[in-house]
């Protein structure tokens, strides 16, 4: 559906209602990136912007164990010893190390995390990926002067854009939705992303993530290279992957949340397996003020929603 996965240089917003898998999404794709080039991936690093404190270190773990069984296979199907050595690295502990996470508890934490953020990737240049989950959390409610709130969501939206040109990295941004009500004509409700209509500017790329009954399906509503498209997925214990056509309607591998038996090395873990960032409290009284052209990240996934040639990046469905 995006060609490959998330471009590089460029922002993917991806919207949705609770419970689709945005924060899943966002897991799988940090996973992704620490996928190394020998098995199409990028060898990459990853920051995760918390603000909402859906960050949970379990359910990541799940994830990137079970990209670590998915590499292993390929490894063991190949005879090159550098693929069995990368494989031999490519630890849990390893991939947890490479995903870096800062916790925002309000939009001056944010702003903030966002004017200390170049300095943090240029001394971890190999940072592919940059998530903030979810945008909208600090900016739905709480603002008398949506004046004052449209100009910090303005100096967000160019930071981000500087970011990912510069760095030529992916931003993935997941938002919430709202009920947008049209008195006029007598129209139904309906809902919208999050923001505002001026907001859905700041991105290159959006995916809608909704319901058709019991099935999840993602929506490629904005792009200005691909075409509209819809494809189905599933969230699952190893993470987000294809709808296998051979299930037709079985719900039997859609999983609402992770649950369940974990290896040892798993139960064994918390929060401090993954490098935890020094939260920057000070309150800023300056915004950002970076002009540049639009452009946005890219990355692997969304597209194991729809298989790239990257095996690695896009894992087989669960049998």
Same mark, same amino acid.
């Given at each position: 559906?995006?060609?490959?996965? =998330?471009?590089?240089?460029?922002?993917?917003?991806?919207?949705?209602?609770?419970?689709?898998?945005?924060?899943?999404?966002?897991? +799988?794709?940090?996973?992704?990136?620490?996928?190394?080039?020998?098995?199409?991936?990028?060898?990459?690093?990853?920051?995760?912007?918390?603000?909402?404190?859906?960050?949970?270190?379990?359910?990541?773990?799940?994830?990137?164990?079970?990209?670590?069984?998915?590499?292993?296979?390929?490894?063991?199907?190949?005879?090159?010893?550098?693929?069995?050595?990368?494989?031999?690295?490519?630890?849990?502990?390893?991939?947890?190390?490479?995903?870096?996470?800062?916790?925002?508890?309000?939009?001056?934490?944010?702003?903030?995390?966002?004017?200390?953020?170049?300095?943090?990737?240029?001394?971890?240049?190999?940072?592919?990926?940059?998530?903030?989950?979810?945008?909208?959390?600090?900016?739905?409610?709480?603002?008398?002067?949506?004046?004052?709130?449209?100009?910090?969501?303005?100096?967000?939206? +160019?930071?981000?854009?500087?970011?990912?040109?510069?760095?030529?990295?992916?931003?993935? =941004?997941?938002?919430?939705?709202?009920?947008?009500?049209?008195?006029?004509?007598?129209?139904?409700?309906?809902?919208?992303?999050?923001?505002?209509?001026?907001?859905?500017?700041?991105?290159?790329?959006?995916?809608?993530?909704?319901?058709?009954?019991?099935?999840?399906?993602?929506?490629?509503?904005?792009?200005?290279?691909?075409?509209?498209?819809?494809?189905?997925?599933?969230?699952?214990?190893?993470?987000?992957?294809?709808?296998?056509?051979?299930?037709?309607?079985?719900?039997?591998?859609?999983?609402?949340?992770?649950?369940?038996?974990?290896?040892?090395?798993?139960?064994?873990?918390?929060?401090?397996?993954?490098?935890?960032?020094?939260?920057?409290?000070?309150?800023?009284?300056?915004?950002?003020?970076?002009?540049?052209?639009?452009?946005?990240?890219?990355?692997?996934?969304?597209?194991?929603?729809?298989?790239?040639?990257?095996?690695?990046?896009?894992?087989?469905?669960?049998?």
């Amino acid at each position: 559906m995006l060609g490959g996965g =998330l471009p590089l240089g460029k922002i993917t917003e991806v919207c949705g209602a609770p419970g689709l898998g945005k924060t899943q999404l966002s897991f +799988q794709l940090c996973v992704d990136a620490c996928i190394p080039e020998a098995f199409g991936g990028v060898t990459g690093e990853a920051v995760y912007i918390d603000t909402e404190g859906s960050f949970v270190v379990h359910r990541l773990a799940e994830i990137a164990q079970a990209a670590k069984q998915h590499i292993d296979g390929l490894a063991e199907a190949s005879d090159d010893p550098e693929m069995w050595r990368l494989a031999s690295e490519f630890t849990l502990d390893h991939i947890l190390s490479r995903i870096h996470c800062y916790r925002s508890h309000s939009y001056l934490d944010l702003v903030a995390i966002m004017n200390v953020l170049p300095e943090f990737i240029k001394a971890h240049p190999q940072v592919k990926l940059v998530v903030i989950d979810s945008i909208a959390a600090h900016f739905r409610h709480g603002f008398e002067c949506m004046s004052l709130r449209n100009r910090i969501l303005g100096g967000l939206s +160019q930071s981000l854009i500087m970011i990912a040109t510069r760095f030529k990295l992916a931003v993935l =941004l997941t938002n919430q939705m709202t009920t947008r009500v049209n008195h006029k004509f007598g129209k139904p409700a309906q809902l919208v992303p999050a923001l505002g209509d001026s907001w859905g500017h700041s991105c290159t790329l959006r995916v809608i993530l909704h319901w058709n009954g019991s099935r999840r399906f993602a929506s490629l509503v904005k792009s200005p290279s691909l075409k509209e498209d819809v494809v189905s997925y599933q969230i699952t214990r190893s993470g987000v992957r294809d709808v296998d056509p051979s299930l037709g309607n079985s719900d039997a591998l859609n999983v609402a949340s992770s649950q369940g038996d974990v290896s040892s090395h798993l139960e064994d873990l918390d929060n401090d397996d993954v490098t935890q960032l020094d939260e920057p409290w000070e309150e800023e009284e300056e915004r950002l003020n970076m002009v540049s052209t639009s452009v946005v990240p890219s990355g692997h996934m969304l597209d194991g929603i729809r298989r790239s040639k990257r095996p690695c990046l896009s894992p087989p469905s669960e049998q």
